[in-house]
């Protein structure tokens, strides 16, 4: 019932930007705190970026902090994650999660604490 889609990734050149979507089905995204994640090949999960279920409060990783940002529309029940000043090591794919009420308080930067999760989008950044 619950799907998380993510759409956007693809070959950026560094320095570039890009802007990946969520588009949120089976949940409402202004009742769950919304995280992104990326993995590269053979690499553990890094936390990206997180805002809380009411929409005011955001937190990002630090290799990130200051690139990226991430924001909603309610009204299309999508969660976004823009993306500039890319790299080569922002290269990964790149993962939409969704964490509950029961959550809150928890780290929100560990992947462990999130209770939905989508398929992911690739990003390549080239040089």
């Known amino acids: 019932q619950v799907q998380l889609v993510e759409s956007g990734g693809g070959l950026v050149q560094a320095g570039g930007s890009l802007t990946l979507s969520c588009a949120a089905s089976g949940l409402t995204v202004n009742n769950y705190a919304m995280g992104w994640f990326r993995q590269a090949p053979g690499k553990e999960r890094e936390f990206v970026a997180a805002?809380?279920?009411?929409?005011?409060?955001?937190n990002y990783g630090d290799a990130v902090k200051g690139r990226f940002r991430i924001s909603r529309d309610t009204g299309k029940n999508t969660v976004y994650l823009q993306m500039s000043s890319l790299t080569p090591e922002d290269t990964a794919g790149y993962y939409c999660?969704?964490?509950?009420?029961?959550?809150?308080?928890?780290?929100?930067?560990?992947?462990?604490?999130?209770?939905?999760w989508g398929q992911g989008t690739q990003v390549t950044v080239s040089s």
């Open positions: 805002m809380r279920w009411s929409g005011g409060q955001t």
């Open positions: 999660a969704a964490r509950s009420w029961s959550a809150s308080g928890r780290n929100y930067a560990s992947s462990g604490t999130y209770n939905y």
